[in-house]
């Protein structure tokens, strides 16, 4: 597979009655059956999360988070590491502030596009935010804060590969 890559698709909770929607929907996306290992999420009573390693084609994360983005009370992450010839990816969603993408360097690094960029600072400089907070939405901020609570709970829990084709 010469446009292969890998990453992780970390759900950090989801309410019991929609885990196996998630495996479906999972398994719609890479064409095999993907059984996943869910545990009890502690940071939200009644709720579960799993983490699923994988390996397949460059752009695999963008596609788990558009099947997934619309489910409302699903918290997830997926990543996908760079090639030689595509950057790495991260998304991030959560019920209240949607979804954050970012593209990642070869040392994981968040790389803000020199556009966006100088839009943060033209807000700014005309008043209509703080360029603080601008940079914060651009690297996610907002995001990493709301899913600190669910990462930090989910150490140690089980981690299952699945090979795409």
């Given at each position: 597979?010469?446009?292969?890559?890998?990453?992780?698709l970390?759900v950090?909770?989801?309410?019991s009655?929609?885990?196996?929607?998630?495996?479906?929907?999972?398994a719609?996306v890479v064409?095999?059956?993907?059984?996943?290992?869910?545990?009890?999420q502690?940071?939200?009573?009644?709720?579960?999360?799993?983490?699923?390693?994988?390996?397949?084609?460059?752009?695999?994360?963008?596609?788990l988070?558009?099947?997934?983005?619309?489910?409302?009370?699903l918290?997830?992450?997926?990543?996908e590491?760079?090639?030689?010839r595509?950057?790495?990816?991260?998304?991030?969603?959560?019920?209240?502030?949607?979804?954050?993408?970012a593209?990642i360097?070869?040392?994981?690094?968040?790389m803000?596009p020199?556009?966006?960029?100088?839009?943060?600072m033209?807000?700014a400089e005309?008043g209509a935010?703080a360029?603080?907070?601008?940079?914060?939405l651009?690297?996610?901020?907002?995001?990493?804060?709301?899913?600190?609570?669910?990462?930090?709970?989910?150490?140690?829990?089980?981690?299952?590969?699945?090979?795409?084709?």
């Amino acid at each position: 597979m010469s446009n292969a890559t890998r990453g992780v698709l970390y759900v950090h909770s989801a309410p019991s009655a929609m885990c196996p929607h998630v495996e479906w929907a999972v398994a719609g996306v890479v064409g095999m059956p993907a059984t996943l290992a869910w545990s009890p999420q502690p940071a939200e009573q009644g709720t579960y999360r799993c983490e699923l390693s994988w390996q397949g084609p460059v752009g695999l994360a963008a596609t788990l988070t558009s099947t997934l983005r619309s489910w409302d009370r699903l918290r997830f992450e997926v990543t996908e590491e760079a090639t030689a010839r595509s950057e790495g990816m991260r998304f991030s969603s959560t019920p209240s502030l949607g979804v954050f993408h970012a593209a990642i360097g070869l040392h994981g690094d968040i790389m803000v596009p020199e556009e966006r960029l100088k839009a943060a600072m033209a807000k700014a400089e005309l008043g209509a935010a703080a360029l603080e907070e601008e940079v914060a939405l651009l690297l996610g901020r907002p995001w990493d804060d709301e899913l600190e609570a669910f990462r930090y709970a989910g150490d140690g829990a089980p981690v299952r590969w699945l090979h795409v084709g």
